[in-house]
Structure formats: structure tokens, C-alpha cells
């Protein structure tokens, strides 16, 4: 094996920038390193965040360096004195910086662009370490470096992500895949609503379990959030072909445990699965919201092509409102409250016949943290869909705060559409 052509198999990342250690900043660089990476089959060993401090630095590539075949770099490229990730990165690997002149004038004409002339302290961002390769920046001053250090390899990336995206993509299409034979890592997420952790667990694991025995082996992980499940699903393979028959073969497994469930076994949102079967049918939907806020409209219309099956939506947090846009008979909020079946089911009809659409969402509740009473505490949401000569109506008691309870209803509401939507025939046509 060459030094050229030895296949970088793992490789460590280090964010650094000792905003990333307060509570106000998140490296998230290194998921999308991390993402990009594993597309061509290369897996994370570690990652670290270390401050802008050159010791620090220079203690975690030295690990990095014994560990991965590729140590990735991001951050603290910067002109000021505060960024040291180039001149430690250069002193620890014994390389001499030299002013490269192509870098500094691609600065200058950056600055030239805007009307300025370039800041004597960016003069230091076109300092190269010997051997190294300049990665050009369409988004900023700070070239990325490509170094090869023996049969490892060092790259430095800027922090601002979209600085870094962009050059992380050419790195990888230029520098890493063509070296990656063919063994690439494929995954698919299946995501379930309305189910608890632990109930998704209990079926689920039993199947996944047999898989890590398997050959290939097929990795999975388990996302929990409050209303939703992922599984994501990995398999390492040089043939997309067979990985796909083997994810495939998998997803079947556990759709025959959790069943329907599963909203999606290939990533998408809920919105969007409940979308696609409006659409699929020719329906349109309307929305009235009391706790939600517009959350579940909102949710809808973040899917391109939503104006399709979105008709409209009514956000109506007060009783007058309830009775005024909706037409909710005023006794039934004093005989039932306002968070009751019987105003969420009349939300529902009032927002559908109203808009004279084929669906309609009633949802009212209490998100918190005040307004609960003993019978009806924070968290209690009752969410009604309905249609043409029916309804369904259910409640619920969500756990969490405000923001995880107003999810949650949404996530209910967009979850009985589907689970109805399931049960009527496609070429139902428009029915209103
Ligand atoms: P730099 O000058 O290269 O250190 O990058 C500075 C900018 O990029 C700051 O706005 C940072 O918050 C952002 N940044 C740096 N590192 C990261 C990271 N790992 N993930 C997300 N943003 C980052
Ligand atoms: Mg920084």
C-alpha cells in the first residue's frame, strides 16, 4: 500500500473555539462532518472540543493523530490573535509557514470586491505550512488546509458553517472518495409517533438485536423526543444494491412488530407523510387551534407544495374566538369547558365546514404551566378530526413544558389524520 492510495477508514474530529464550551454556542460542525464523512464509509472514532488555546490543541491532535487516519480540523482560522489553530497545527507537525501568493491575493481580491483594501492582520491567512494544500474559500478569507502528514492526513476547516459546508463538500469529492473504494455507509430512519420509548424498545430490540450478529452487520439507534421515535438504521457496504436489499429485508422485520405505527421508514416528517396522503387522495385539510397556537398549520405548511392540501387555518385561543370564527355553540363551552371532546369535535366541524374541505382538526388543551385544575390537568389536550358524515375524537395527557406540550398536540393531531387518512380508500376523489 502507498501513502497515496491507503483508504482513510476512521477519522477524529476536533471543533475548536472556547465559545463552544459556554452554554451559548453548539459545535455542530462535526455533525455535519460527521454526516459527510460516513457517506463515503469513513466512521468517527472521536470528537473533542477544545478552547482557543494552543496547548489544548495541540494535546488533542496528537491523540487524534494516533487514532484515525484523518484528524479534521474546524474553527479558529480566523486573522485574529485569538485564532491559533494554523501556527499550532504548523509548530507541532515541524512545518515552516510560508506566505503562499495565491492565497493572499484570492484575500486581497475578496477585499478588492467590497471596496477595501485588505487589513494587514489577514496577511497571516495566507501563511501555508510547507507541503500543505490551500482549499479555497467562496465564503470567507480563511483558506482551509489539506496536509499529509505520512499516511495521515490533517484538515483544516473554517468554523462558520458556511464557510465550512462548502469546502468540506469539494474536500470530500476531490480528496477523499476517489481513495474510498467503493464501501460507502447507508442509512434509513424509521420514525414512529404516539408511542412511548420504552413500549418501541420492547418490540424493537429483540429484532434489531439479531442484526449486529449479521454479516453485514446493520447498526441501530434509537432517538428518543417527546411524541416522536427514530430508529436509524447503518449498514457498511461496498454494494448499494445489496445494502439495500439488507435494509429493506430489516425495515420489514420491525414493520412487523410496530405495524402502522411506523409513519415513515424512509426519514420524511410527519406533515410530510400527511401530506402525501391528502394529496394522494385529493383532499384538503383545515385547522382550528387553541393550545397549539398554529403550531400544527405552521407544521403543515413548512412542505413545499402544502397550498395543494392546505386550505386554512384558524388559530382560536379564546372562547368568543371559538364561537365567532368557528360557530362553537356557546353552552357547549359552559357546559363542557373549553377543553373538552365535545368543543374540540365542534372545532373541528366548524373549521372543515366552514372551508367546505374534506378534513377537518379541532385541538384545545392546556399547555401550562398554569390553567390546570385536578380534573383537567396541565398537559390534558383533546384533538378531534373530522370529515364528511363523522369525527374522532381523543384526549390526551402529555407530560413536559409548554414547548413539549404544544409539540406533542401537534404531533397527535397530524398522527390521527394520518392513521384516518390510512383507513379511506385513495381514489375517494374530492367530496366536499
Ligand atoms: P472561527 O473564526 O473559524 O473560529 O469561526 C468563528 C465562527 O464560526 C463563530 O461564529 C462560531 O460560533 C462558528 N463556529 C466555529 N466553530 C463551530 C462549530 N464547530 N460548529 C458551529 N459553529 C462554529
Ligand atoms: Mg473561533
Not at 452487520?217 to 436489499?245: F, N, Y
Not at 371532546?341 to 379541532?362: D, H, L, N, S, T
Amino acid at each position: 500500500v502507498t501513502q497515496e492510495s491507503r483508504p482513510v477508514r476512521t477519522a477524529a474530529i476536533i471543533a475548536v473555539g472556547s465559545e463552544l464550551l459556554t452554554p451559548f454556542r453548539s459545535d455542530t460542525n462535526s455533525l455535519a462532518i460527521t454526516g459527510r464523512l460516513n457517506e463515503i464509509g469513513i466512521e468517527v472514532a472521536s470528537k473533542q472540543i477544545v478552547g482557543d488555546d494552543p496547548r489544548d490543541l495541540a494535546t488533542a491532535v496528537t491523540a487524534a493523530l494516533e487514532r484515525a487516519d484523518l484528524v479534521v480540523v474546524t474553527g479558529g482560522l480566523g486573522p485574529t490573535s485569538d485564532d491559533v489553530t494554523r501556527p499550532t497545527i504548523a509548530r507541532m507537525l515541524d512545518l515552516p509557514l510560508e506566505e503562499n501568493g495565491e492565497v493572499l491575493e484570492r484575500i486581497r481580491q475578496r477585499f478588492a470586491g467590497r471596496g477595501l483594501a485588505m487589513p494587514e492582520i489577514n496577511r497571516g491567512q495566507a501563511m501555508v505550512p510547507r507541503g500543505a494544500t490551500a482549499l479555497a474559500n467562496a465564503n470567507g478569507t480563511a483558506p482551509g488546509l489539506w496536509i499529509k502528514v505520512e499516511h495521515r492526513r490533517v484538515l483544516l476547516l473554517p468554523g462558520p458553517p458556511r464557510e465550512m459546508q462548502p469546502m468540506l463538500d469539494v474536500v470530500v469529492r476531490e480528496y477523499l472518495a476517489p481513495s474510498s473504494g467503493n464501501m460507502r455507509l447507508y442509512r434509513r430512519v424509521i420514525k414512529i409517533a404516539g408511542r412511548a420509548e420504552s413500549y418501541v424498545e420492547t418490540l424493537a430490540q429483540p429484532v434489531y438485536s439479531r442484526w449486529l450478529a449479521a454479516d453485514p452487520r446493520i447498526s441501530t439507534s434509537i432517538l428518543a423526543a417527546p411524541g416522536q421515535i427514530e430508529l436509524h438504521l447503518g449498514i457498511r457496504s461496498d454494494s448499494a444494491d445489496r445494502a439495500r436489499m439488507s435494509l429493506e429485508r430489516a425495515i420489514g422485520q420491525l414493520k412487523a412488530v410496530l405495524g402502522l405505527d411506523i409513519f415513515t421508514d424512509d426519514g420524511q416528517s410527519l406533515e410530510e407523510v400527511v401530506g402525501g396522503l391528502l394529496r394522494a387522495r385529493g383532499w384538503r385539510i383545515a385547522v382550528a387551534e387553541s393550545c397549539t397556537g398554529g403550531l400544527t398549520s405552521s407544521r403543515l405548511t413548512d412542505v413545499p407544495g402544502s397550498s395543494d392540501y392546505v386550505d386554512r387555518a384558524a388559530v382560536t385561543y379564546s372562547n368568543r374566538a371559538k364561537v365567532e370564527w368557528l360557530g362553537v355553540p356557546e353552552d357547549l363551552i359552559r357546559d363542557h369547558g373549553a377543553v373538552s371532546e365535545e368543543v374540540a369535535g365542534a372545532m373541528a366541524i366548524g373549521v372543515r365546514e366552514g372551508a367546505g374541505v374534506e378534513v377537518g382538526i379541532g385541538i384545545s388543551g392546556i399547555a401550562g404551566p398554569g390553567g390546570g385544575t385536578e380534573a383537567k390537568p396541565v398537559g390534558t389536550v383533546v384533538i378531534a378530526v373530522a370529515w364528511d358524515g363523522g369525527q374522532r375524537v381523543q384526549a390526551f395527557r402529555f407530560a413536559g413544558g409548554r414547548a413539549q406540550v404544544k409539540f406533542q398536540s401537534s404531533q397527535a393531531a397530524l398522527d390521527m389524520v394520518r392513521r384516518w387518512l390510512l383507513e379511506q380508500p385513495q381514489s375517494a376523489g374530492r367530496r366536499a
